[in-house]
């Protein structure tokens, strides 16, 4: 008798991805892995146009030409990031007006990191170094993620990143060479933003329950405490060259495990955080929404506009 | 206590009395101005398309101002080598009298249409100014006039097709276009009338004739504004203008006191 195999969508699937081959739009793929990558991708475009914000703050403020220019490049090139990656959200069959839609209301959710203020020149270069630095932790193993238009995104975006955070970590040292008043505005920034930037790598792996689902459908290859162990080990050495403290009494080189220890973090501040209470939570959405609302008419114009041209060219 | 260095502010009656520095620093007002304005809208923008947009066109002026600056300072270190200034010494520490952009670069942004139509008006006189500036005795203006052109050209036929897009668009957005061109339009004069400095450039070889533009630009004004099916404002030449010897609206204060806040509170400073 004839053995008649029957390969279900499902294998086809598994099976690709133990081979390392690329999820495209148009393959079949569960529900749940679909609606995750939506979930994940949104959010983070939602971080990318959010987390031009806080730094955007200081273009207008920038202390030289040259360092105007550089903001001005870099949190343009944040919006290019929420672009690319609004796109790749969309071949998963969402809008970005949804996605925008569910920003707006709250129902999605962006990096708790862009609703701390900025306060000060050196907040720019602290957000460089340490949040850009803990964005690219996350980001590049992203570049290997199981779907393709995410990880064509992350590649490009990666670049951009490291040069950030390089720009970053260059404003923070001419800072530490500067005048005693330009050390102490640095070293407040970094005893601000270290904390948050810890956080960024998301719950411990303890309570992170969708990390395994993730690992198995190559959309996430390292767990959060793994990157953060990998952050913390990168910055601390860093913070030496810049001369800087990291304000962690806990920080100390172990060298059984080869790792630096750290001390707790202050999960409670995360969880308010996210839930909207953070200090700058309400700003951030306000800000997103007003520019949304106004640019409505703008938006309707161009659509009328485009309309008319349409009819135009089809009548002659 | 700390005290400025003497060095650091930019000897006003050097730059006064000099008309090629005046002239560079016009120019290099002009576009840091309108630059810094447009660079408001970044993380504001009506659609991230339109936001990455007027973010590039606020990187080419403020790259033009960075060349233009440059060019000033190293004209007068020639004359005062003693106490030598940078780019950022002019950008930073002259004050609202000092400045001589165009009042219409300093306008508020408003909304979308309003920031658009400026940037048409202005990008209009650039592009005709720069054609001219491509002929100047001075290597130095021509140089920058070649670059700068290139830039320019693409933001006459964005801003250009924005305002078509806005006035064509519905009746809210062309009643929207057509208050912005009159509050607008009275600071378009301005352009055309020359200062000292400039009768001296044009003497010298090396600067345009304001008025020799005129006409080319309200040709191409007009005949976008047919295009968006808006009417242009017919105003005389009025008290809308000053911009050119110091005499500002009162908008550049504050610009200049968020834009100066750092060099001016921690002079001296590295950044
Ligand atoms: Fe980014
Ligand atoms: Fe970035």
Redesign the interface.
């Given at each position: 008798m004839e053995t008649v195999e029957i390969t279900c969508p499902d294998q086809v699937f598994l099976d690709k991805l133990d081979r390392e081959l690329k999820i495209e739009p148009k393959d079949w793929m569960p529900e749940p892995y679909r609606q995750t990558l939506i979930r994940q991708i949104s959010q983070h475009a939602h971080s990318e146009?959010v987390g031009?914000?806080p730094e955007?703050n200081w273009?207008?403020?920038?202390?030289?030409?040259?360092?105007?220019?550089i903001l001005?490049?870099k949190?343009?090139d944040e919006?290019?990031h929420?672009?690319y990656l609004?796109a790749a959200a969309e071949t998963l069959g969402i809008s970005r007006e949804k996605m925008y839609q569910q920003l707006h209301n709250g129902k999605a959710k962006y990096s708790s990191i862009f609703n701390y203020p900025t306060l000060s020149?050196a907040d720019i270069g602290a957000i460089g170094w340490l949040v850009d630095g803990a964005a690219i932790m996350n980001q590049v193993p992203l570049c290997r993620n199981s779907y393709g238009p995410y990880a064509r995104a992350m590649v490009r975006i990666c670049k951009e990143e490291s040069f950030h955070q390089r720009q970053g970590f260059e404003?923070l040292l001419?800072?530490s060479?500067?005048?005693p008043?330009?050390r102490a505005m640095a070293q407040d920034a970094v005893n601000r933003w270290w904390w948050p930037s810890m956080m960024m790598f998301g719950p411990p792996d303890a309570s992170s329950p969708h990390t395994q689902q993730s690992m198995r459908w190559k959309i996430k290859r390292f767990t959060n405490d793994e990157l953060r162990q990998k952050f913390v080990d990168i910055c601390a050495e860093q913070a030496t060259i810049l001369g800087f403290s990291l304000p962690d009494p806990l920080l100390k080189w172990n060298a059984t495990t080869g790792h630096f220890d750290f001390g707790p973090i202050n999960w409670d501040e995360f969880n308010q955080v996210i839930n909207g209470n953070g200090p700058c939570n309400k700003e951030r959405l306000d800000?997103r929404r007003?520019?949304w609302d106004?640019?409505?008419?703008?938006?309707?114009?161009?659509?009328?506009?485009a309309a008319?041209q349409k009819t135009k060219a089809a009548a002659a | 206590m700390q005290t400025m260095p003497a060095s650091l502010l930019p000897d006003t009656t050097i730059i006064n009395t000099n008309a090629r520095i005046s002239y560079v620093l016009y120019l290099a007002d002009n576009a840091l101005i309108l630059g810094h304005r447009n660079s408001e809208w970044c993380g504001h923008g009506p659609a991230l398309e339109q936001d990455i947009a007027l973010s590039n066109i606020a990187l080419d002026l403020l790259g033009q101002a960075r060349h233009l600056y440059q060019y000033a300072a190293e004209l007068y270190n020639q004359l005062n080598p003693s106490a030598p200034v940078t780019e950022d010494h002019l950008a930073y520490l002259r004050d609202v009298r000092d400045f001589r952009n165009c009042l219409l670069a300093e306008q508020p942004n408003g909304h979308w249409g309003q920031t658009v139509l400026r940037q048409f008006f202005f990008s209009c006189w650039q592009y005709y100014f720069y054609q001219q500036l491509q002929h100047s005795n001075d290597t130095q203006l021509q140089a920058i006039a070649i670059k700068s052109l290139k830039e320019v050209t693409y933001h006459l036929r964005w801003s250009s097709e924005w305002v078509i897009r806005l006035g064509d668009g519905t009746a809210e957005s062309k009643t929207r276009m057509q208050q912005a061109a009159a509050d607008l339009w009275p600071y378009t004069h301005e352009l055309f009338q020359p200062a000292a400095f400039e009768q001296e450039a044009v003497s010298a070889g090396y600067g345009v004739t304001p008025g020799s533009i005129e006409k080319d630009c309200l040709g191409r004004i007009q005949h976008i504004f047919s295009e968006a099916t808006l009417s242009v404002p017919v105003t005389q030449p009025g008290l809308h203008s000053g911009g050119k010897t110091g005499v500002h609206t009162e908008h550049l204060g504050f610009i200049l006191a968020e834009m100066q806040f750092l060099q001016r509170a921690y002079p001296g400073s590295e950044w």
């Amino acid at each position: 008798m004839e053995t008649v195999e029957i390969t279900c969508p499902d294998q086809v699937f598994l099976d690709k991805l133990d081979r390392e081959l690329k999820i495209e739009p148009k393959d079949w793929m569960p529900e749940p892995y679909r609606q995750t990558l939506i979930r994940q991708i949104s959010q983070h475009a939602h971080s990318e146009i959010v987390g031009m914000l806080p730094e955007g703050n200081w273009i207008t403020r920038a202390p030289s030409l040259k360092r105007k220019a550089i903001l001005l490049a870099k949190v343009q090139d944040e919006a290019g990031h929420g672009l690319y990656l609004y796109a790749a959200a969309e071949t998963l069959g969402i809008s970005r007006e949804k996605m925008y839609q569910q920003l707006h209301n709250g129902k999605a959710k962006y990096s708790s990191i862009f609703n701390y203020p900025t306060l000060s020149w050196a907040d720019i270069g602290a957000i460089g170094w340490l949040v850009d630095g803990a964005a690219i932790m996350n980001q590049v193993p992203l570049c290997r993620n199981s779907y393709g238009p995410y990880a064509r995104a992350m590649v490009r975006i990666c670049k951009e990143e490291s040069f950030h955070q390089r720009q970053g970590f260059e404003i923070l040292l001419t800072l530490s060479r500067g005048t005693p008043q330009q050390r102490a505005m640095a070293q407040d920034a970094v005893n601000r933003w270290w904390w948050p930037s810890m956080m960024m790598f998301g719950p411990p792996d303890a309570s992170s329950p969708h990390t395994q689902q993730s690992m198995r459908w190559k959309i996430k290859r390292f767990t959060n405490d793994e990157l953060r162990q990998k952050f913390v080990d990168i910055c601390a050495e860093q913070a030496t060259i810049l001369g800087f403290s990291l304000p962690d009494p806990l920080l100390k080189w172990n060298a059984t495990t080869g790792h630096f220890d750290f001390g707790p973090i202050n999960w409670d501040e995360f969880n308010q955080v996210i839930n909207g209470n953070g200090p700058c939570n309400k700003e951030r959405l306000d800000a997103r929404r007003k520019a949304w609302d106004d640019g409505e008419w703008v938006r309707e114009a161009a659509e009328a506009h485009a309309a008319k041209q349409k009819t135009k060219a089809a009548a002659a | 206590m700390q005290t400025m260095p003497a060095s650091l502010l930019p000897d006003t009656t050097i730059i006064n009395t000099n008309a090629r520095i005046s002239y560079v620093l016009y120019l290099a007002d002009n576009a840091l101005i309108l630059g810094h304005r447009n660079s408001e809208w970044c993380g504001h923008g009506p659609a991230l398309e339109q936001d990455i947009a007027l973010s590039n066109i606020a990187l080419d002026l403020l790259g033009q101002a960075r060349h233009l600056y440059q060019y000033a300072a190293e004209l007068y270190n020639q004359l005062n080598p003693s106490a030598p200034v940078t780019e950022d010494h002019l950008a930073y520490l002259r004050d609202v009298r000092d400045f001589r952009n165009c009042l219409l670069a300093e306008q508020p942004n408003g909304h979308w249409g309003q920031t658009v139509l400026r940037q048409f008006f202005f990008s209009c006189w650039q592009y005709y100014f720069y054609q001219q500036l491509q002929h100047s005795n001075d290597t130095q203006l021509q140089a920058i006039a070649i670059k700068s052109l290139k830039e320019v050209t693409y933001h006459l036929r964005w801003s250009s097709e924005w305002v078509i897009r806005l006035g064509d668009g519905t009746a809210e957005s062309k009643t929207r276009m057509q208050q912005a061109a009159a509050d607008l339009w009275p600071y378009t004069h301005e352009l055309f009338q020359p200062a000292a400095f400039e009768q001296e450039a044009v003497s010298a070889g090396y600067g345009v004739t304001p008025g020799s533009i005129e006409k080319d630009c309200l040709g191409r004004i007009q005949h976008i504004f047919s295009e968006a099916t808006l009417s242009v404002p017919v105003t005389q030449p009025g008290l809308h203008s000053g911009g050119k010897t110091g005499v500002h609206t009162e908008h550049l204060g504050f610009i200049l006191a968020e834009m100066q806040f750092l060099q001016r509170a921690y002079p001296g400073s590295e950044w």
